[in-house]
């Protein structure tokens, strides 16, 4: 289950998305985001998903590891596209008892979930091309002119790069753990609520001592390093813009101009 | 007691990208009260086999027999596979939660829902089998304890469920030389002693030699060698170039045998390395 979410993924490749500036990809997906909202009509909605499609075919991640990416949010798919459904107002198309579909409420639904849907897909792709050290290497950079006025861009980046990294290896510790747990004869699955909860607490406290082990292990590693946070730091891989961000500019422009233009097709 | 591991075979994330076999047609058997050593590369299915062995793993296909009974059926109840099977993970102090050494080294007994009484006896028993002192430990937290008597109290952890198989993986990585000595001489005893089968995997091969009645080599998933340690180990070249190898007694008697033409010796541990050293500087020459 938990690896079936895609959201927060790489899948290795190298396209030309993938090897666009990850400050470029961070800009586009604010923008897209946002333009997301500014459409009010479908035909805005045909032109962000056909430009979403492109930039997929581009990066050639393939369509299947995106659609699993969104299985995992189904649910809160449905969830907005029945409450939406149900509850607009308007000509009233279908009536059971108290429940009626309206054809506003229908129009409303299926609005909500292509932008659910699109917000989706068109921030996992950001990550799903992008390793989590050049996002949060981009992000640092996006964020440094901040640092003028007291925000701590770079060990911002830095946390989020150490959380990204420990992930797995805290999953890894976690499995680890319980195995050992039941082959103590210790069993999760049985029990009401408050056992359940209880037989937690030899998976938790072991985890808690390890993650604590790791921090320590990580904050003298890093200290033998001679690191000492961001002021005067270099990097191996100094990012930079070249001609393929300037490329996504521009295409980043002609796809704003066009979904402002969307606002004003009449249905 | 016996085991019986037949075609036993492994595949991660089948049908994903990350596809890999970690174990391939595994076939062995372990006699009544033997002990069995086991060594592998890293990522040779060492810890993969050892988990299939109590169940904590089900097979891709193949069964595992425990006393004539096939556990990999899915009829046999987890609980009754793991009271037979104690197995101790690579670090096992890592796993240590409660308070008090006496409610963890209870916490197995306790799932296995033991009174109070037994929980008690069994934990007084497997504290004085590890070679610690019930009264001087009972109430002492396990996190405030030296590596080697942490580890002392997670094994004595799995000895309370009073199993008849006994597996430790790697039990003595990470120690210094006098504790490595101390776990060794303790799993001997509590082997002697409770008359189990023991089953452990260790990079030390003088360990290996000394302890087993029987050697399993994994390499790649497989079964690579299998046999007495004289048996296994007479495979210097073989074991070499799967990035294993002898004990040091033997490494420095294969060197001496190459190079002084009436001297002959197999010897595994130190000691036979001298007797047979001895025995050739005391007897007739050339």
Known sequence: MIRDITLGQYYPGDSWVHRLDARTKIIATLLYLIELFVVNNFYGFIIAAVALFVVIGISKVPLKFIFRGLSAVFLIIAFTF?????????TVLWQWKFLKITQEGLSRAFFMAIRLVLII?????????TKPVEL?????????????????????????????????????????IIKAQQARGADFESGNLFQRAKSLIPILVPLFVSSFRIAQDLALAMEARCYHGGKGRTRMNEIRFDRGDAVAAVMMV?????????????? | ??????????????????????????????????????????????????????????????????????????????????RKVGLVFQYPEYQLFEETVQKDIGFGPKNLGLDEAEIDARVRESIRLVGLEYDDV????????????????????????????????????????????DILAMVKRIHDEMGIILIFVSHNMADI??????????????????????????????????????????EIVEIINSRVPDFRSEALSIDEAAEDIKRYLEGPRG
Request: charged letters at 20%.
């Open chain 1, 254 to 267: 002609l796809f704003l101009a066009a979904i402002i233009a969307s606002r004003f097709i009449k249905l």
């Open chain 2, 138 to 181: 009972k109430d002492r937290s396990p996190f405030e304890m030296s590596g080697g008597m942490k580890r002392r109290v997670a094994i004595a952890g799995v000895i309370a469920m009073n199993p008849k198989i006994l597996i430790l993986d790697e039990p003595t990585a990470g120690l210094d030389p006098s504790a490595h000595r």
């Open chain 1, 82 to 90: 029945l409450l939406n459904m149900f509850m607009v107002d308007g």
């Open chain 2, 1 to 82: 007691m016996s085991i019986s591991v037949r075609n036993l075979r492994y595949v991660y994330n089948p049908g994903m990208p990350g596809e890999t076999v970690a174990l391939d047609d595994v076939s062995f058997d372990v006699a009544d009260g033997s002990i069995l050593g086991i060594i592998g590369h890293t990522g040779s299915g060492k810890s993969t086999l050892l988990q299939h062995l109590n169940g904590l793993i089900a097979p891709t296909s193949g069964d595992v027999y425990i006393d004539g009974q096939c556990i990999t059926d899915g009829s046999t109840k987890m609980v009754d596979i793991r």
């Open chain 2, 209 to 250: 030699a000394e302890m087993s009645d029987k050697v399993l080599v994994m390499s790649g998933g497989k079964v690579a060698l299998e046999g007495t340690p004289a048996e296994v180990f007479s495979h210097g070249k073989m074991l070499a170039d799967m990035g294993l190898g002898v004990p040091p007694a033997r």
């Open chain 1, 121 to 129: 897909i068109g921030s996992s792709i950001m990550t799903l091309t």
């Open chain 1, 136 to 176: 949060t290497d981009g992000l640092e950079k996006l964020l440094s002119p901040f640092s003028k006025i007291g925000l701590p861009s770079h060990e911002i980046a830095l946390m989020m790069t150490i959380a990204l990294r420990f992930i797995p290896t805290l999953m890894e510790e976690t499995d680890k």
